[in-house]
């Protein structure tokens, strides 16, 4: 077993998936404040935002043109890092398609233990690329 296939992702979360996120209540609470700083009214080229719970954002860029944006955190589901970087991925690109989207570019964000190899944090991220 190489060193980066002794690591065990699932180890290294208390929860795995969504059930790793903040509850809907919780959410709604912590987002109330900025709702009410950010009021739809005063931005009306944001199509969806913090109105209600979805997937992602949806910007209007021009008549006919718009962006989805989204950021997403998946604690691994997987011991593989390679197969969890692209289970992460799926996990955050279908947040796009779920608001009719198409992904043309994603960004990869981690937090990642600092006794763990790096080599495992770079097969994540090949995994998601």
Do not use: H, W
């Not at 290294?12 to 790793?20: I, M, P, R, Y």
């Amino acid at each position: 077993m190489t060193e980066q296939t002794s690591v065990r992702l699932t180890q290294l979360a208390t929860c795995a998936g969504c059930a790793g996120k903040a509850g809907i209540a919780t959410l709604a609470q912590v987002l109330r404040p900025l709702q009410e700083a950010f009021r739809a009214e005063d931005f009306p080229d944001l199509l969806i935002g913090l109105d209600g719970p979805d997937d992602a954002a949806v910007y209007r860029l021009a008549d006919g043109l718009a962006i989805v944006q989204t950021v997403d955190f998946f604690p691994p589901v997987v011991d593989d890092p390679y197969t969890y970087g692209a289970v992460a991925a799926a996990n955050a690109m279908s947040d796009v398609y779920a608001m009719g989207g198409e992904v043309l570019l994603a960004l990869q964000v981690a937090g990642f233990p600092e006794d763990q190899p790096p080599a495992v944090l770079a097969e994540i991220f090949r995994g998601g690329a």
